[in-house]
């Protein structure tokens, strides 16, 4: 993985501090950004990284080359 710059570093301590003074776990945070983004991913409105295609696979239980064989 690379090295973790200032702009993400710093987008993840705001981040948490939001999540944080709203009293929300990242479990529940997850769980809305997630199933939104899942959302937007099913619509076309929003296109994938890798690392989201190969997490979506595996959860799926499938491999990554048969969600973007089309």
């Known amino acids: 993985?690379?090295?973790?710059?200032?702009?993400?570093?710093?987008?993840?301590?705001?981040?948490?501090?939001?999540?944080?003074?709203?009293?929300?776990?990242?479990?529940?945070?997850?769980?809305?950004a997630f199933r939104n983004y899942v959302s937007q991913l099913e619509l076309g409105l929003k296109s994938p990284s890798l690392r989201v295609i190969g997490l979506i696979a595996a959860t799926l239980g499938t491999e990554p080359h048969d969600l973007v064989r089309r």
Request: charged fraction near 30%; aromatic fraction near 6%.
């Open 1 to 32: 993985m690379a090295p973790i710059g200032d702009l993400e570093r710093n987008f993840g301590l705001t981040l948490r501090a939001l999540r944080k003074k709203r009293g929300m776990s990242q479990e529940a945070l997850a769980e809305f």
